[in-house]
């Protein structure tokens, strides 16, 4: 379907007209309107309407209705469109006025439409020019007016109350995004919809031309019209055709609790969830909670906004793929809106990929399957304008993306621990802490009693629970029940006590917050941290476990073939010019490398002489020696060994393996994950305001420390150069017990560290593998990621032990 152009003259064509109040909105005008328009706005909130200059505030939302005045921020939506019918309904106060604007695309003021009752409503401006004067609308007393704004074939047309107000041309070749602004007096809006042209058909109804599969192609096929998939080994039919922007609209229907999903933007070889990006479908009760697995959602990535399917019937889903804006409708109803450019996982997303459907042994039938194409590009720039930044976000930004960590962002570390001595009535106080901040990490020794959190000076705790249930009570980061990644944010201060326990120890590790971040206090309704946040840190940690990971992000992929490695000689594997950032570090061989510390990595950044990584592979990817994939946030086994600490570089890197044993070792390949910082990527890991050189030269550089077992020194970690401590792997020697000392931060001691034992570093005794630390037999590792230690000259970790093994630490030091 094209919008009609109603047979419109390109030339300037205004009309100028009286309106009645007679044409008022009626309910059951509203209820008649065509099931096929997408509403824009969400009965509850103002999802999706939170890209103007500054957050939306002074708007209120009552009974689907928006009233906002003239103290009211100017709100711009996620959508653009070329030819559309917009309709809605309004109404202002005397005086008052509505401006809707259609800033042009990627950025320009473009038209702006003025409507108030009386001279000059509909009254359109482009760029200070005025294109039509308006009419004349008269007051009403109840009810509120309904807009028509049309546009096709070059030429745009206002109606209001059903009747035409003017038309005019508006180059076809134009694109705009839509804004909402009360500059005078107050007024309100009403069921806000939008058409675009239906598109071109992607299924012909006869035959799967132009699909492909991986799978069982047989499991696919055309009954009575309908694409239908009722068989086991589908995988995903595919198109064979990429798409960039497009808006995608089907309808299917689903076997009662079935499961599927519509993926798109994936490239030709990856998976949806975990490569490109997956719409949810599945048939649940609406009782089931709005999660990262909910229909709607992006699949383990964003939970939708709400729910809007039926079951057992025909649905109408549309997905809007516009730069980095991906945004859903069911059955009109916007249920799902999140910009890609700032989320932690999705920002690493293609941006033009296939579109497919999921067979999930679940029969599914789908039919009117249309793409609308849009111009390349990335939309409104209001989009991606940086938000301001919150403390939590940091967080989980670094725990998901360790370049993060290569750049100082005032986030200062520290540690409490508690060791709990008999019963106290009133409990015993683990930590009162002043913020801003938050609590990120929590580990014990036992299970003992209750746990409250009383934030912010308050009386009465805002979370109450038993130390066991603390990885479900609190914000979730992994699934880990001991010790607990999570993120408790306060913008006072915390008091932790626990009642009803009579011994044990506990080590809380927590941040403090620059002022400049903002900081709101946790709660059940609402922990303070971004939409979708959290749902994607604990999928990211869970695809960990399946071995998942980016191997198909959007960067270069430099690999060096097999290798076989004499004894006592060093190859170079892969050498890269320019600068950049390797995202990810893969090592193909047998995985008896990992048994001993014959074969070392080495690397070496900005033509420097000596490597700033130097280590056995058993040491750079620990938590695979003896053992497979697990869920975590550093290491995997996919095609090779994986460890995922970025190395960003500015003047070329050079990595290479190193055969310190006595028989030849042969490897087949070494592969990294190269995000080019040197303007020939659109990468989304650079600095705001700064050019690709600066933001090479702003990060800190990856270095990795191996002390050999008895060399003559009792540090575990050390060096001189501002930078942070990001992690530690050490080999206790058998029969031997490492009491930890307190670190040393620029001369000083720091806090909470003092006569801890290695068992209190790692997170507890015995052999595991948690998200962030473990133990197998004698090797131990512990990462940073959500609390490393920042130093501005130099840092040493010492431990008490007769004798100590081989250990690494982990660094990012700013280069000399």
């Known amino acids: 379907m094209r919008l009609p152009s109603r047979g419109i003259d390109r030339h300037a064509c205004v009309v100028g007209l009286t309106i009645c109040c007679l044409s008022v909105v009626s309910a059951v005008g509203a209820a008649e309107r065509d099931e096929g328009s997408l509403r824009l706005m969400r009965p509850d909130s103002l999802a999706g309407w939170e890209y103007g200059a500054e957050p939306p505030s002074g708007w209120r939302i009552e009974q689907g209705v928006l009233h906002g005045g003239k103290t009211s921020t100017s709100l711009v939506s996620g959508f653009t469109f070329g030819d559309f019918r917009l309709r809605f309904?309004?109404?202002?106060?005397?005086?008052?006025?509505?401006?809707?604007?259609?800033?042009?695309?990627?950025?320009?003021?473009?038209?702006?439409?003025?409507?108030?009752?009386?001279a000059s409503c509909g009254r359109l401006d482009d760029g200070g020019k005025t294109l039509a004067p308006g009419?004349?609308?008269?007051?009403?007393?109840?009810?509120?007016?309904?807009?028509?704004?049309?546009?096709?074939?070059?030429?745009?047309?206002?109606?209001?109350?059903?009747?035409?107000?003017?038309?005019?041309?508006?180059?076809?070749?134009?694109?705009?995004?839509?804004?909402?602004?009360?500059p005078a007096g107050e007024g309100s809006l009403a069921d806000l919809r939008v058409e675009e042209p239906p598109g071109e058909p992607i299924f012909n109804g006869k035959d799967l031309a132009g699909w492909w599969t991986p799978g069982e192609k047989t499991a696919w096929s055309v009954q009575n019209g309908l694409l239908v998939v009722d068989k086991e080994g589908g995988s995903y039919l595919r198109t064979e055709k990429e798409?960039?922007?497009?808006?995608?609209?089907?309808?299917?229907?689903?076997?009662?609790?079935?499961?599927?999903?519509?993926?798109?933007?994936?490239?030709?070889?990856?998976?949806?969830?975990?490569?490109?990006?997956?719409?949810?479908?599945?048939?649940?009760?609406?009782?089931?909670?709005?999660?990262?697995?909910?229909?709607?959602?992006?699949y383990g990535n964003a939970p939708p906004l709400a729910r809007a399917d039926r079951s057992g019937q025909f649905n109408r889903l549309v997905i809007k793929a516009d730069g980095r804006m991906i945004s859903a409708w069911m059955n009109g109803h916007l249920v799902q809106q999140c910009y890609t450019g700032d989320h932690p996982e999705l920002k690493h997303r293609h941006l033009k990929g296939?579109?497919?459907?999921?067979?999930?042994?679940?029969?599914?039938?789908?039919?009117?399957?249309?793409?609308?194409?849009?111009?390349?590009?990335?939309g409104l720039a209001a989009w991606e304008k940086p938000r301001p930044p919150r403390g939590p976000a940091v967080i989980l930004d670094r725990l998901m993306n360790s370049e993060r960590l290569a750049l100082w962002d005032g986030v200062k570390s520290g540690v409490t621990r508690a060791r709990i001595d008999g019963t106290r009535p009133e409990g015993h106080v683990l930590a009162e802490l002043t913020g801003p901040g938050a609590v990120v990490r929590m580990a014990r020794t036992r299970d003992e009693g209750r746990l409250a959190f009383f934030f912010d000076g308050e009386p009465r705790p805002r979370l109450e629970c038993k130390p066991a249930d603390l990885w479900q009570a609190a914000p979730q980061l992994s699934e880990d029940v001991n010790p607990v990644l999570t993120c408790l944010a306060y913008r006072k201060g915390l008091k932790i006590v626990l009642r009803g326990a009579a011994e044990g120890e506990w080590w809380i590790d927590h941040v403090?917050?620059?002022?400049?971040?903002?900081?709101?206090?946790?709660?059940?309704?609402?922990?303070?941290?971004?939409?979708?946040?959290?749902?994607?840190?604990?999928?990211?940690?869970?695809?960990?476990?399946?071995?998942?990971?980016?191997?198909?992000?959007?960067?270069?992929?430099?690999?060096?073939?097999?290798?076989?490695i004499p004894p006592g000689q060093r190859e170079r594997m892969i050498r890269i010019e320019g600068s950049g950032i390797l995202?990810?570090?893969?090592?193909?061989?047998?995985?008896?490398?990992?048994?001993?510390?014959?074969?070392w990595l080495e690397v070496r950044v900005d033509g420097g002489a000596e490597p700033s990584v130097a280590a056995p592979v058993r040491f750079w990817f620990p938590g695979l020696v003896g053992h497979g994939n697990y869920p975590n946030y550093v290491l995997l086994d996919r095609n090779g060994m994986t460890n995922v600490f970025a190395m960003p570089f500015?003047?070329?890197?050079?990595?290479?393996?190193?055969n310190r044993g006595k028989k030849p070792i042969a490897v087949d390949g070494l592969t990294v994950s190269r995000e080019p910082l040197d303007g020939s990527s659109s990468g989304k890991s650079g600095v705001a305001g700064l050019g690709p050189a600066e933001t090479a030269a702003r990060r800190m550089r990856l270095r990795a420390v191996f002390q050999p077992a008895g060399k003559d020194s009792r540090a575990l970690?050390?060096?001189?150069?501002?930078?942070?401590?990001?992690?530690?792997?050490?080999?206790?020697?058998?029969?031997?017990?490492?009491?930890?000392?307190?670190?040393?931060?620029?001369?000083?001691?720091?806090?909470?560290?003092?006569?801890?034992?290695?068992?209190?570093?790692?997170?507890?005794?015995?052999?595991?593998?948690?998200?962030?630390?473990?133990?197998?037999?004698?090797?131990?590792?512990?990462?940073?990621?959500?609390?490393?230690?920042?130093?501005?000259?130099?840092?040493?970790?010492?431990?008490g032990a007769a004798r100590l093994g081989n250990r690494l630490a982990i660094f990012y030091c700013e280069t000399p």
Request: proline letters at 8%; glycine letters at 12%; a negative charge.
């Open 89 to 118: 309904d309004w109404t202002v106060s005397q005086g008052g006025a509505w401006e809707i604007a259609l800033p042009e695309v990627p950025s320009g003021p473009g038209l702006r439409l003025m409507l108030c009752e009386g």
């Open 135 to 182: 009419g004349t609308v008269e007051p009403i007393s109840s009810g509120m007016h309904r807009a028509q704004l049309d546009r096709a074939d070059g030429v745009l047309n206002l109606s209001i109350d059903g009747r035409p107000v003017w038309r005019v041309p508006v180059a076809a070749s134009r694109r705009f995004g839509l804004g909402l602004a009360v």
């Open 243 to 298: 798409y960039a922007n497009f808006t995608l609209s089907l309808e299917y229907k689903i076997q009662k609790g079935g499961n599927s999903g519509v993926g798109i933007r994936t490239p030709r070889n990856g998976w949806p969830s975990g490569d490109g990006m997956e719409i949810q479908i599945w048939d649940v009760p609406f009782d089931k909670p709005l999660d990262k697995h909910a229909p709607g959602a992006i």
């Open 354 to 378: 296939w579109i497919g459907l999921q067979d999930h042994n679940s029969r599914t039938e789908f039919r009117d399957l249309r793409v609308l194409e849009a111009p390349p590009g990335l």
């Open 512 to 564: 403090a917050f620059p002022e400049e971040l903002a900081v709101e206090s946790y709660s059940a309704a609402d922990p303070r941290i971004p939409h979708a946040w959290l749902a994607a840190a604990v999928y990211r940690h869970e695809q960990f476990g399946w071995g998942v990971h980016r191997e198909f992000d959007p960067w270069p992929r430099p690999t060096s073939g097999p290798k076989t």
């Open 583 to 599: 995202h990810w570090t893969k090592l193909a061989a047998d995985k008896r490398v990992l048994s001993n510390n014959d074969l």
């Open 650 to 658: 500015g003047a070329g890197i050079e990595l290479a393996l190193a």
């Open 717 to 799: 970690a050390q060096v001189s150069a501002p930078g942070r401590w990001i992690g530690l792997v050490y080999e206790e020697p058998k029969g031997s017990s490492t009491i930890l000392e307190s670190p040393i931060v620029d001369g000083r001691l720091l806090d909470g560290w003092g006569l801890a034992s290695l068992d209190a570093l790692v997170g507890r005794a015995g052999d595991f593998h948690g998200c962030l630390s473990g133990r197998r037999g004698p090797l131990a590792w512990r990462y940073f990621l959500l609390e490393p230690v920042d130093f501005q000259r130099s840092f040493q970790l010492s431990a």
